[in-house]
């Protein structure tokens, strides 16, 4: 699969690494340019591009930018990829969003709204990415963490999930996009070390309040 990742921070580098290791053709991309990522291509594999090259370029991007910024992109700019949100709303960084702060949508479901010509999955969110590098297990290892998914498309969500297993991890699919409110910071399961037994649990117990 080629997998275009629009943000080159911690989580952009990670799934790229690991992405890598499994086979994939990855292109990082960011706001700076390919140039403040020249180190990139030898530490990880991956190739560089711009925003628009990483997207032309994709089967599937990973939006890996602070939530605030995914509107500084062109709406148009995703029509027609799966894209996989892996933002997390965290105030003191993004400012306030009224929608959220009142719990009027869940992160993903502005985005969604915003980028309404794609698909949205969100997933990679709720891991640190030193666990995500580090903690993967072959299938049907004893102690396998599990990760949470949503998405409102069972084939988008199947590719994902298969992701999630070549890097190492179990997956539970919490079902719609305005789920994944079961796993943004502050949740139960978010970013803790659980088995899929234990995430379904911790999931269920999340409050969403609409």
Known sequence: MKIGIIGAGFVGRAVAKLAVKAGHEVMISNSRGPQSMFSLPYSIGCTLGTVEEAVDFADLVLLAIPLAAYHALPASLLT???????????????????????????????????????????????????????????????????????????????????????????????????????FEPGTPSYCKPLSQQELTAALAAAFVPR
Request: aromatic share 8%; charged share 25%; proline share 7%.
């Open 80 to 182: 027609g990829k799966l894209v996989v949100d892996a933002c997390n709303y965290y105030p003191e960084r993004d400012g306030r969003m009224p929608e959220l702060e009142q719990h009027e949508a869940t992160s993903s479901e502005l985005i969604a709204r915003y980028f309404s010509q794609s698909r949205i999955v969100k997933a990679f969110n709720a891991i640190p990415m030193n666990d995500l590098e580090n903690d993967g297990l072959p299938p049907g290892s004893p102690k396998r963490r599990a990760l949470p998914i949503a998405g409102d498309l069972e084939h988008d969500k199947a590719l994902v999930a298969q992701l999630y297993d070549q890097f190492g991890f179990d997956v539970v699919d919490v079902g719609s996009l305005a789920e994944g409110g079961r």
